[in-house]
């Protein structure tokens, strides 16, 4: 019998020694496969729950408060700024409006916003109309902050101190206070006024008229450059007038000397004498023109000189205590002097007539 002895690996033995090595190194990277998925598990948990929390909490809702003028109303929300939540809510902030916090503000807790609402009001001044919005309380204090000057006659409606509310209307109306002088002519009249120094039916114009000027100061008043009222303050006579004056005769029949008769008008005047004398008019008897007067009329009783401008050559007279005379000279003694110089045939006579103050004298009627 042979007996081969052969040298055989026995699989199990075989296998048993090679298998061994390679199960452990198989599991050795099992182990440490499951390590580093242990590691990279144990190190992303973390990373991961923090951005998840953060996530989460990012989309956590946040309860917001919003006061308006103290009228409140709560929202749950996502947003995390405030213009955020005022949009989503359609509160839309005007002009001069506060909000608290201010829009841009991020947040990331409850919270209250407060609104107080500016007023709209209208103001009308200086030709204008526009609407505004304030935060004050007063309508002094909305005139003050517009830095709108209202001088002490101007009419401010309605009163400072009233409260603003929406849609007040505030108008400022412009007083201008002025004095106007107006001047105006005052026309004269006519005064007739009798007189017994002129004969019946005879009149004379004594005095011309003349206008007068009278002035009014009156006070104007101005709302806004259009003239409410006026009104006169005083009134004055600048320059008085004169009123025409006419004489209308009264007189009927002057007696003088025991004679009676119609006359024209009556002067009061004085009276001088005088005769054809060197002493009384220059010239001595054997001069061509001696006792000549200027009327041709031979200087003598009855022919006196006169102011021609009153009486003209001609003018029949009557002179107390002289008589029936005519105006036949005149000279430098009676021109404007109310005087009228008697002719006496003598120069005694002449001379004792002297200076008579106060005669009179009546201008006859031609007939
Ligand atoms: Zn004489």
Redo the contacts with the bound molecule.
Sequence with gaps: MVITTRKVRLPAQRSGFTLSGQKTRHLQMQILRHILILCLVCGLLPWTGVTYYRAYSEMQYLDITISIDGLEQTTHTLERQVSAVLASLHVVLLPEDTCDPLPDTVFDEDLTIFITRATPVWLTVDGQCREYRTRVATVAEFISEQGVAVASDDRLLPAGDTLLTPGLEISITRIQRFHLSMQYPLPYGIIREESSALGQGYEQRVRGGQEGLAEDIMEVILEDGVEVERFLLSSAVVQPVVHELIHVGTAGLAEYDEDSFPFQRMYIMETTG????????GKYPDHPAYGITCSGLLAGRGVVGADLNVFPLGTKLYIEGYGYCVVGDTGSGVMGRNRIDLG?A??QE??DWALRRETAIYVLYDD
């Design positions: 005088y005769c054809p004398c060197y002493y009384c008019c006496f003598t120069h002449a001379y």
